[in-house]
C-alpha cells in the first residue's frame, strides 16, 4: 500500500485540489491501471509548466501522493517552484556533481513501496505540434534496475491552461484536462541483463512510443512518423515553428 501523504501534504493539497478544480475539468481514466501493491514509476507527456500539476492532481486524487523528478530551474519558477518544494518533490541538478541525488532519492521512494512521476523527455517538449520528443533514458535505467512497473499516463490540455513557455495563467473558460493511464509497460525482456546503451535506448523507445500512441488516441490525431530529437539539427529535429 502507499504511504500515507504526511499531515503538511495533505493540508497543502486540499487548496491545491480546490483550485484545479475551479479552473478545470477532469477527463480522467484508467485509474485502475496504478498498483496499490508496489511502487511504481508514472511516466507522462511534457506540454506545460502545468503538467507536473495536472498529473499530481490525477495520481492524488486517485490514492498515490506523488513524488515528481523535475529540473532544478523549475523549482526557482513563480508558483510553480513554490508548489514542488512545498511537496517536497525532487530536484533534478542535470549536468552537476549533485546529478546522482535525484536518482537516489527516488530509488528510495521505489524500495519503501511508493511511486515516482517523471517525465522521460526531461523538459517541453521541441516538436512543433507538441508531440512527445525522444525519450532521455534516465526512466529506463531506474525502471530496469528496480525492476518496478512503469505505468504511462499521457495527459492533455495544460497547455492551454499555460501555455509552453508561458508565464500568464488562463484559467477562464475551465479547461479540459484529459488524463489516461495505461497497463504497465512490458519491459521484461529488457530485464536482468546489461543496462548497455543499446537497452536504455530500447526500453526508452518502448516508454514514449506508448506515451505518442496514447497521445494520438486522446488526441484522434496521427503523430510524425519520427519524433523530434532535441541532439539532431535540421529534419530530424524538425525546429519549432
Known amino acids: 500500500m502507499p504511504t500515507p501523504a504526511s499531515r503538511f501534504y495533505r493540508n497543502a493539497a486540499r487548496p491545491l485540489q480546490a483550485l484545479m478544480t475551479s479552473v478545470t475539468k477532469k477527463d480522467w481514466h ?67 556533481s549533485r546529478a546522482a541525488e535525484a536518482v537516489d532519492a527516488a530509488v528510495d521512494v521505489l524500495e519503501r513501496g511508493d511511486m515516482i512521476a517523471m517525465f522521460p523527455e526531461g523538459t517541453l517538449t521541441r516538436d512543433p505540434d507538441l508531440w512527445p520528443m525522444v525519450g532521455r533514458t534516465g526512466v529506463a535505467r531506474m525502471a530496469l534496475s528496480t525492476g518496478v512497473p512503469v505505468i504511462p499516463v499521457a495527459q492533455w490540455g495544460a497547455h492551454r491552461l499555460l501555455p509552453r513557455y508561458g508565464k500568464m495563467v488562463h484559467p477562464i473558460p475551465r479547461k479540459t484536462i484529459t488524463v489516461v493511464a495505461g497497463p504497465a509497460i512490458d519491459l521484461d525482456d529488457l530485464r536482468g541483463g546489461d543496462l548497455d546503451t543499446a537497452t536504455l535506448r530500447a526500453a526508452t523507445d518502448r516508454i514514449m512510443a506508448t506515451l505518442t500512441s496514447m497521445v494520438a488516441d486522446i488526441r484522434g490525431e496521427t503523430p510524425p512518423e519520427t519524433p523530434y530529437d532535441v541532439r539532431k539539427k535540421g529534419d530530424g529535429g524538425r525546429p519549432v515553428r
Open 30 to 96: 484508467g485509474a485502475e491501471h496504478l498498483p496499490a501493491d508496489q511502487g511504481f514509476i508514472a511516466v507522462s507527456n511534457h506540454v506545460s509548466y502545468a503538467d507536473p500539476i495536472t498529473l499530481a492532481h490525477f495520481l492524488y486524487n486517485n490514492g498515490h501522493p506523488p513524488r515528481i523528478l523535475a529540473k532544478e530551474s523549475l523549482f526557482r519558477a513563480p508558483f510553480i517552484g513554490w508548489l514542488l518544494r512545498g511537496f517536497d518533490q525532487i530536484p533534478v541538478h542535470r549536468g552537476t
